[in-house]
């Protein structure tokens, strides 16, 4: 709105009303004059008073209508100079009509966005459209908004979010065993480690363009811990164009929806961009190809389906993908008590739902893997299948008989169950795996399918609304090669008492971790307490 040009029309109004109070007083002067004859009594001191307050009434005249051409000059240099259109003509305020000034809140991020659940703060005040017009407007630029970061740009035809997620971490892995021995007898050096590390810093832009049904969003993403890896530094992104509320098409890089963590529910999870053990074990990662996804309110379903290249796209090349196309995932997941589960399916209830709200799901994902498509070991973010020892199912020689896998078919079932209260949460999965029609070279393997199966418990409540949360998070993995455990207690702190900025200390008891990598506290095989120290903040 053109507030400098329309606070000038208002004073200009304010001049003019002036001036047809002055032109009454001279009528009714000169009417009273006319109507009543010359008085032989009235003395000379007080004609001349009153020809001095005509004269001083003209005088004021002449300067107010000389102000009221200024004021028009200058609104109009303003319009010009703002391209805002010149009026032909003022329509007077109509009666009853308040004028005062209403305090505009920003639109909240809409459900095709992450949201943190917390309400954003109203900018300053701004004056009120006319009553019958009911419109809100959007702040142009600048504003914060949950979901989106600051919008950087807003217009007929687009939004330009800009967001920042990143974090420092502090890792004690003093206390591990130095080493472990695997299944098959290997002895195997485990790294113990401490250090800091500004783990992740991922720059994001989001928004939507010409529709705002089609939204977008890209990042360019690193972590310090990988750095000399192949997978340092990545730039994706994905676009999703909503047909309706049940039916949206997304196309680019994202989460293969392999279990919860991996549907799009980071960064609203328990921990600090991190899994349980059981989790990263089972879990798919990041990929490049389409999804259907969407929401059937009526029966309080959402869903997704996916067609991608392969489990894990981070750090490989189009030139080592085969050419099968069949990793497909599904999820499904039914809320029967109230048709939500808080934002992006996350984990715990930050939000402290006023009704119990439940969640059930389901997922299946398959897969036909190669050895030259799967990525590097420590790719941040990256997937890789182990045995339950913590051998790498791709490495050379992997069960000591001679031969190497190149190919096999992947099958994971992962079947989930949530509450969530009054800032109290219990939440759990239960995943198999399948890995079968094996293609060996270099000699034979003792197996002809690996089948593993385990489950992780992420239990959570809000000690101090908004601010203080504790959790507790076992896992476990039963296995032909081994039967590995964890179990992680945490305490995070939100000083601002927002959703966007929290200090994490957690420990973590590893039995002989069966995956893992640099970029996570544990790595395959370690053993023993490790202690994390993380402060991150995401917009």
């Not at 100079?81 to 209403?102: D, F, I, M, R, Y």
């Not at 999870?269 to 059937?296: C, N, P, Q, V």
């Not at 067609?307 to 090349?317: A, E, H, M, R, W």
């Not at 504790?470 to 179990?487: H, I, Q, R, T």
């Amino acid at each position: 709105m053109n507030f400098a040009g329309k606070g000038l029309r208002i004073s200009g109004r304010l001049v003019l009303g002036t001036i047809t109070v002055l032109w009454f007083l001279l009528l009714t002067a000169g009417l009273a004059q006319a109507q009543t004859a010359p008085d032989s009594s009235t003395n000379a001191p007080q004609r001349e008073r009153m020809l001095r307050e005509l004269q001083d009434l003209q005088s004021m005249k002449k300067e107010l209508e000389q102000k009221v051409g200024d004021f028009d000059t200058r609104i109009r240099a303003l319009e010009i100079e703002l391209g805002a259109p010149h009026p032909k003509e003022e329509v007077p305020p109509q009666p009853n009509v308040s004028t005062n000034p209403v305090a505009v809140i920003p639109v909240e991020a809409t459900n095709r966005v992450a949201t943190t659940g917390e309400a954003t703060n109203p900018p300053p005040a701004t004056p009120s459209p006319p009553a019958e017009a009911k419109v809100v407007e959007k702040p142009k630029w600048g504003a914060y908004e949950p979901g989106k970061g600051f919008v950087l740009a807003r217009g007929p035809l687009g939004e330009l979010g800009f967001g920042v997620l990143t974090y420092l971490r502090y890792l004690n892995k003093r206390s591990i065993d130095a080493n472990y021995t695997d299944a098959f007898g290997r002895t195997i050096p485990v790294q113990q480690r401490q250090d800091f590390q500004l783990n992740r810093e991922q720059i994001m832009f989001r928004g939507w363009l010409f529709d705002e049904r089609f939204d977008y969003q890209f990042w360019v993403w690193t972590q310090n811990s990988s750095m000399g890896e192949q997978t340092q530094i990545n730039v994706g992104g994905n676009a999703v164009y909503e047909f309706y509320e049940w039916l949206a098409l997304r196309g680019g890089i994202f989460s293969v929806p392999t279990t919860r963590s991996t549907s799009q529910s980071f960064p609203n999870w328990l921990k600090i961009d991190h899994r349980t053990m059981a989790d990263e074990y089972f879990r798919g990662s990041y990929s490049t190809g389409i999804m259907l996804e969407g929401k059937i309110k009526p029966v309080r379903l959402q869903y997704k389906v996916a067609l991608v290249n392969n489990l894990s796209t981070l750090g490989v090349s189009a030139a080592q993908l085969d050419n099968k196309l069949d990793t497909v995932s599904t999820a499904l997941w039914w809320l029967p008590t109230t048709g939500e589960f808080g934002p992006g399916l996350g984990f715990g209830d930050y939000e402290e739902h006023k009704k119990l709200a439940t969640l059930l799901g389901v997922h299946y994902t398959h897969s036909t893997e190669t050895a030259q498509s799967q990525p590097k070991e420590n790719g941040f973010e990256n997937t890789q299948f182990f045995l339950s020892d913590g051998t790498l199912i791709f490495s050379p020689n992997p069960f000591g008989t001679g031969g190497s896998v190149q190919q096999l078919t992947y099958q994971m079932l992962d079947l989930e169950a949530g509450m969530k209260f009054k800032g109290w949460s219990l939440e759990g999965e239960y995943y198999l795996r399948r890995l079968d029609n094996f293609h060996v070279t270099g000699g034979p393997i003792p197996v002809d399918h690996v089948f593993d199966h385990g489950f992780q418990v992420q239990a959570s409540t809000m000690l101090v609304p908004k601010l203080l949360q504790v959790y507790a998070a076992p896992s476990k993995v039963f296995g032909a090669y081994g039967n590995p455990w964890e179990l992680g207690l945490g305490l995070t702190y939100f000083p601002f008492k927002r959703k966007e900025m929290r200090m994490n200390f957690q420990a973590l008891y590893e039995s002989q971790a069966p995956a893992g990598n640099i970029a996570l506290p544990f790595s395959p095989g370690n053993k023993g307490w490790i202690y994390t120290v993380d402060v991150g903040v995401w917009f």
